[in-house]
């Protein structure tokens, strides 16, 4: 052990000190101080007031996936399974069927996510080669009350709207 | 074994079989000459290009691959900067009017244009005109699907059609840009062989109707076997995937490379054997109709065993080697007659001379090696005063009339060891689930007396046991597959000098090694 030392002058030596309470009636003229203040005026507390104030989200926020639609509001997925491949937390399920609405060939019939088993990672969006999936709803705060409510089925996902302008999106470098 | 050649590859000496073509020939020894219109069952075409190599030795300057032969000496080049031009502008040629629609392609993830587009191209597209559209979803007929855009017009299907199933349905209509395979106006596919030209199909022009978006390719497991829907014994490879949450399925057959049985190609019927496989299985033992456990069927079997007076044990033709010794040792510890009676798995007529054959059942040549009578009249005679019928996998709704099937339940109690929910099954008094081929292995001999060996292909989330465990459970000797191999090889004369645990890839011919044995 070589290099500098340097030693530290210890407080808390003097008699004050030692008799704790006058630190202590200190402290607590210190804390009383505040709660008084911010009990009169809570205008000016770094504290949000959540959930009746909602926060600020970026378009690049990867919140709740969601499936984007064509304009005649037909289904953009065409089942590749190429989010289903990359999913590290293997938590989307994909059943694939003949296409029915005039659009290529394959849709999904089935598209569940398991948001229980999602981590969120955006993987999914960056390698759907339809812009099908995205992450832009802006919904942050899942909650449920059983399982099965936390899987997200097809109807649920091309229901839910996106939170953001396509320019505003985009600025998110997606 | 063949005759070998010594040639330069890039300037380094390798060594090769003789007689066959540059493309074949490096293929054994790992080194590829990218192709798309030659296929070593059909022959060189020479009309895609891709396989053009240099060859320096006074020749023109580039031959196709496919159709020069190796030669002593020859000094062959793969990869000059002009070659590697050739095969890039050949990919952009093919790639010009392709819909690169590979997310709802089935053939993505085995594509040969993927994979050469990514091996000898990797450029992206210098096309500022529109594509030419065609037609996609063609139904060809046979569960074959067409898609014109996708097609790169090797010709393949085109010639299976004429040099093996010789119907020649297909056809190359139109030239250059409208060139596009086709059938001939109100003439579908109409072969029993059809389906193999999804396999041939280098891209993804052609698609099964039944395979059709039901998995990717990457997600399949693949794993060799042997198909069971008639005595030729196809080589195959079981394609198949564990969903998240589900149970093992299996989705295709594709056939598997053996020269000395199916070569390339298997049946359509036998590829949709793999349906039996997933559907209308029994999992769970009954007793009179009832579901019970396995303790309870075996119990019960015993019992019925230990009452009957004379018993009767009934073989499946399907039966591996390994199986039917089993059950034979069984039988005869029992004191049972047994009998291979299955003339229901024979369809008479329906066999052609390339693959069909008129039996429907995998293994009925072992029947011969292991004297099991399939008479009806030996059956008959069996079945003559006896009181308990043991029925192993073998189908008797198959071979007789319901009336038939019914004046002998009258007569005897049925037991079913069974992989599937036949009729057989559901009317037997106690009937015992056992694992199927996929789930199982053993060895089985086809209708030209070959021995072939195939493995356990999948597992299924609740495993059943193999059908030498449940004889076991009921009281056969014979405990596992080794122990039937090495009870075999002591009893049955031809397989003597055969080791059974170390069957070859190509299987072993046993009338070869039967006239070699006498020889010596």
């Known amino acids: 052990m070589s290099g500098k030392v340097k030693i530290m002058e210890r407080k808390g030596k003097d008699l004050y000190e030692r008799l704790y309470l006058v630190e202590i009636v200190k402290g607590m003229a210190v804390t009383f101080g505040h709660f008084i203040s911010n009990f009169l005026d809570n205008s000016k507390l770094y504290v949000r007031h959540y959930p009746e104030q909602k926060p600020e989200i970026t378009s690049r926020w990867r919140g709740r996936h969601r499936l984007t639609t064509h304009e005649d509001g037909s289904v953009k997925c065409v089942a590749c399974f190429m989010c289903q491949t990359n999913c590290p937390a293997k938590c989307i399920m994909i059943e694939a069927g003949e296409r029915v609405d005039g659009r290529t060939e394959k849709m999904p019939v089935r598209f569940d996510i398991d948001l229980l088993e999602c981590i969120y990672c955006g993987y999914c969006v960056e390698a759907c080669p339809m812009e099908a999936i995205r992450m832009d709803t802006g919904i942050f705060a899942v909650t449920g009350s059983d399982r099965q409510s936390f899987v997200m089925k097809l109807d649920a996902l091309l229901a839910t709207p996106g939170a953001f302008s396509e320019e505003e999106y985009k600025k998110g470098g997606a | ?520």
Request: hydrophobic share 40%; charged share 25%; proline share 3%.
């Open chain 2, 1 to 520: 074994m063949a005759e070998k050649v010594k040639l330069f590859v890039n300037g380094q000496e390798v060594e090769v079989e003789a007689g066959k073509n540059l493309i074949d020939a490096f293929g054994a020894i790992g080194i590829e000459i990218p192709h798309l219109c030659y296929h070593p069952a059909l022959g060189a075409d020479g009309n895609c290009r891709m396989c053009l190599v240099g060859i320096e030795d006074g020749r023109p300057p580039f031959v196709p691959a496919c159709k020069t032969k190796v030669a002593e000496g020859m000094k062959v080049q793969l990869d000059t900067e002009k070659i590697m031009k050739i095969q890039r502008d050949i990919m952009e040629l093919e790639l010009i009017n392709h819909p690169i629609d590979c997310p709802i392609c089935d053939q993505a993830g085995e594509c040969k244009l993927q994979d050469f587009y990514m091996g000898y191209d990797g450029k992206p597209s210098r096309m500022t005109v529109k594509q030419v559209l065609k037609a996609k979803k063609v139904e060809f007929g046979c569960g074959v699907v067409h898609d014109q855009e996708r097609c790169v017009l090797c010709a393949r299907c085109v010639r299976f059609t004429r040099l093996i199933t010789k119907t020649g349905e297909l056809g190359i209509v139109n030239r250059t840009d409208n060139a596009r395979v086709n059938i001939f106006p109100g003439r579908p596919l109409n072969n029993r062989y059809a389906l193999n030209v999804v396999d041939l199909c280098p891209v993804g022009a052609m698609t099964s109707r039944d395979f059709r978006f039901k998995q990717r390719a990457w997600f399949l497991a693949k794993s060799p076997s042997i198909c069971q829907g008639c005595s030729k014994g196809c080589n195959i490879f079981i394609d198949h995937n564990r969903e998240k949450y589900k149970d093992e399925v299996i989705y295709r057959y594709r056939p598997r490379l053996n020269d000395k049985v199916n070569g390339y190609f298997m049946c359509d019927e036998g590829r949709m054997t793999y349906k039996l496989e997933n559907d209308d299985r029994l999992t769970t033992a009954q007793v009179n109709g009832r579901e019970a456990g396995l303790s309870v069927a075996v119990e019960a079997v015993r019992r019925a065993i230990s009452e009957a007076k004379k018993t009767v044990v009934l073989v499946s033709p399907n039966a591996s080697l390994e199986q039917m010794f089993a059950i034979q040792q069984f039988a005869a510890s029992i004191n049972a007659s047994l009998s291979g009676y299955s003339d229901g798995y024979i369809k008479a007529e329906d066999g052609d001379d390339f693959l069909i054959q008129d039996d429907k059942s995998a293994n009925r040549a072992a029947f011969t090696l292991l004297n099991i009578d399939d008479s009806k009249v030996g059956f008959d005679a069996a079945l003559n005063d006896a009181d308990l019928l043991i029925s192993f996998q073998n189908d008797l709704g198959r071979s007789l009339a319901e009336d038939q099937l019914a004046s002998i339940l009258a007569k005897v109690k049925l037991i079913t060891i069974s992989n599937a929910l036949t009729s057989c099954a559901t009317k037997a008094a106690v009937a015992v689930p056992a694992a199927s081929y996929s789930e199982d292995s053993g060895s089985l001999i086809n209708c030209d007396g070959r021995l072939q060996r195939y493995e356990i292909a999948l597992v299924k989330n609740q495993p059943l046991k193999s059908l030498i465990e449940v004889t076991n459970l009921i009281g056969g000797e014979i405990a596992n597959n080794q122990e039937a191999r090495a009870g075999l090889q002591a009893a049955v004369a031809v397989l003597k000098d055969i080791d059974l645990e170390q069957i070859p890839a190509e299987g072993i011919a046993l009338t070869e090694s039967e006239v070699a044995h006498v020889a010596a």
